[in-house]
């Protein structure tokens, strides 16, 4: 029996322990960005640390960051000559509003068929697990043939602010040859995935004044700019009617796609009906002269998440607001950067924003876009590991969102990170009721089991 036989044995003997730990560790409400839950991250931080220290890692440790501290730990035991992999991860997840569109609770962990439901099932817990339990797998019966390193956060689902602060001042410490990144996903569950890019983020939030408090819209509306309407205005502005930004020079540093990379784009099995029937909508929309994989993996875009203004209560109240606000996320792709494209959206807001408001622009986090080489050995053994559990070979695909940790290994370790992961497209990620397909994790955790023996 080969050494990885006899750790794939192990994983399959302990598949229900490893859900009920998850399901532990779900249960625990690490909200990164609510101050109220606090105590939870920490929390968390501390379950995962006492994970590794249960598998027999080294020098485990909770570093603390000016935020969210990050938890550490290593194996060196492969030596000199082996490859140091890094395994990422992040323990903290999204709010769960609207509560009351969830169907159980969010952080009390339930089975339904073929799907565990909860907060941070599928970003990222899940994958934290998947990679921790395949590693003691190893661990517990034949010894890893890699060195290890561990760096798992707890402040991604905020931008990773104190991220980069944290990996610069600890550039030995963190030193490695690739990290391993399971916060990617797959295109579906027989569709098993490495992701070789990301997109960046800007995130802002807009605010627009008008009146120094609320006013009756019967007694001053007509005369006074609406700050809602105002901000509806502008917001709206931002797109033409083909889904163009107009963000003065939004598109200068675009990156074009060389045929091979639309090629790439247009074999991979994602089609407008599977698309549309996803998210429930009537229609795609988007610029027209690319395909929606390629608007989404390498075309810029900029979406608004969310606007508040005036009275939203039950009944009815006849109020002209004092101020309205808009949350603004822009997806950048190589090689635009936030801090460019925080200066166009400030010359469009001076362009456009009429006299009769006062507005304001904060940039809450920021995030560059990546590219990582497919030829290497690391993506390599990945891949030749999700061919070996899936039996086929991995598609090639970019990815919409923005996982700060990659940019920031490639500035101070010289690392690239191998992407991938096990959630599902329609696992409801960030929305309530999310969810994780058992199924296509316990196949992960033998992949990720494979993947490290690759290397021997």
Not at 120 to 134: E, F, I, T
Not at 251 to 272: A, G, H, I, Q, T
Request: aromatic share 8%; net charge neutral.
């Amino acid at each position: 029996m080969s050494d990885a036989q006899k750790a794939l044995e192990y994983v399959r003997g302990n598949k229900d322990r490893y859900l009920n730990e998850l399901k532990e560790f779900l249960a625990i409400p690490s909200i990164s960005t609510l101050s109220e839950n606090k105590s939870d991250v920490q929390r968390a931080a501390e379950w995962v640390a006492a994970q590794l220290r249960s598998i027999k890692m080294d020098n485990v440790k909770i570093m603390p960051t000016a935020g969210h501290p990050v938890v550490y730990g290593e194996w060196l035991g492969a030596g000199k000559s082996a490859p140091t992999v890094m395994i990422y991860g992040h323990y903290d997840v999204q709010p769960v509003d609207p509560m009351e569109l969830w169907t159980s609770d969010p952080f009390n962990a339930v089975v339904k068929g073929d799907y565990l439901f909860a907060r941070g099932s599928s970003d990222m817990k899940g994958q934290v697990m998947a990679s921790l339990k395949a590693v003691e797998a190893i661990v517990r019966t034949t010894g890893s043939p890699v060195n290890l390193k561990w760096l798992v956060e707890g402040e991604e689902e905020i931008g990773s602010e104190h991220l980069g602060e944290f990996i610069k001042n600890n550039k030995e410490l963190l030193a490695c040859d690739f990290c391993l990144n399971p916060d990617a996903g797959m295109m579906g569950p027989d569709k098993p995935t490495i992701t070789t890019g990301l997109r960046g983020l800007a995130y802002f939030e807009l605010r627009v004044y008008g009146p120094d408090k609320d006013l009756h819209s019967g007694l001053f509306g007509g005369t006074i700019h609406n700050p809602a309407q105002a901000l509806i205005e502008l917001v709206a502005g931002m797109h033409d009617k083909n889904g163009k930004i107009t963000l003065p020079g939004y598109y200068d540093k675009v990156r074009k796609l060389s045929k091979k990379e639309r090629e790439d784009f247009k074999r991979l099995p994602v089609s407008n009906k599977e698309l549309i029937a996803m998210t429930g909508v009537p229609a795609l929309w988007g610029e027209p002269q690319f395909i929606p994989s390629e608007r989404v993996g390498a075309r810029p875009t900029l979406e608004v998440n969310g606007l508040l203004s005036g009275f939203t209560g039950q009944g009815s109240k006849t109020v002209l607001p004092a101020w309205a606000m808009a949350k603004i996320s822009c997806r950048l792709v190589p090689d635009q950067t936030p801090e460019e494209v925080a200066k166009q959206m400030k010359a469009y807001l001076k362009k456009n924003a009429p006299k009769t408001i006062k507005w304001e622009l904060i940039n809450l986090h920021n995030a560059g876009a990546a590219l990582v080489e497919t030829d290497s050995a690391g993506v390599q053994a990945l891949a030749k590991a999700l061919e070996t559990v899936w039996g086929k070979r991995p598609y090639f695909k970019r990815e919409g969102g923005s996982i700060g940790s990659v940019v920031l290994l490639q500035k101070y370790v010289g690392a690239d990170s191998l992407l991938t992961g096990f959630g599902l497209p329609d696992d409801n990620v960030h929305s309530p009721n999310e969810r994780m397909h058992l199924p296509t994790w316990y196949k992960g955790i033998e992949a990720f089991t494979h993947f490290f023996y690759n290397f021997k």
